[in-house]
């Protein structure tokens, strides 16, 4: 079956520090893939989005390439601030009999600092 | 256009009792979609569903595990004889007709302890 595979975490970054969150996939067919965000307390946001191959997501600053050959969605952000400290959830959606359901990673926590 | 609606918030019930969860759809959404969170871990499937239609129930516990969506009214997760394990957070999503393409707007979840 279709699943998600986050890079261990949490992560802690210095604010302005480089930003990068793996994420592999495994699925039949051609997903589309997803970066969701959840802030202390609330649901999930979605942060960005591909559908197919070589396309770039991007939102607020963070970006992430679709990558067939490698089966990878990689979040990456240039320069964080303490506001983007959340959860970030890589998840994809497969089209055929799974009627469009999301599979979520682990999730990874990110905590930035002053 | 209010977001997707989830009440309650925090849920507190003894083993044995019932927990039931509600969601209420964006205005327009006519497609609902059940995940569960267990602590430290990401969001599972549970189920999804059209007005007053089961669509997909593959992730839903085989017993104890209920849903509905019926035409008027929110949708219904309900949880009987609830026990330690089912503490968890359940977020509900909602999405227009073509649920295949359309992207999935969350409430806020409800959280489920099991004392």
């Known amino acids: 079956g279709d699943s998600v595979t986050q890079m261990e975490g949490p992560v802690t970054l210095s604010e302005e520090a480089f930003l990068t969150i793996n994420c592999t996939y495994t699925a039949t067919g051609y997903p589309s893939l997803f970066w969701y965000v959840q802030y202390p307390g609330e649901g999930l946001q979605l942060l960005l989005k591909?559908?197919?191959?070589?396309d770039k997501g991007s939102n607020k600053g963070f970006e992430a390439t679709y990558r067939k050959e490698t089966t990878s969605f990689h979040l990456e952000k240039g320069s964080v601030q303490v506001s983007d400290s959340a959860v970030y959830f890589c998840a994809l959606k497969n089209g055929g009999t799974s009627y469009g359901k999301l599979t979520f990673g682990q999730g990874t926590i990110l905590t930035v600092h002053p | 256009n209010a977001g997707v609606m989830q009440n309650p918030r925090h849920l507190v019930r003894r083993r044995g009792q019932e927990a039931r969860l509600r969601c209420s759809p964006m205005?327009?959404?006519?497609?609902v979609y059940w995940y569960r969170q267990l602590p430290e871990e990401g969001l599972k499937f549970m189920v999804y569903?059209?007005?007053?239609?089961?669509?997909?129930e593959s992730g839903m516990p085989k017993e104890r595990f209920s849903a509905e969506f019926p035409k008027e009214g929110p949708s219904i997760l309900r949880i009987q004889q609830v026990v330690r394990g089912d503490s968890a957070a359940y977020f509900c999503?909602?999405?227009?007709?073509?649920?295949?393409?359309?992207?999935?707007?969350f409430g806020p979840g409800t959280r489920l302890t099991v004392t």
């Open positions: 205005k327009g959404h006519s497609h």
């Open positions: 569903l059209q007005k007053e239609n089961i669509i997909d």
């Open positions: 591909a559908t197919k191959a070589d």
């Open positions: 999503a909602s999405s227009p007709p073509g649920a295949e393409t359309y992207e999935q707007y």
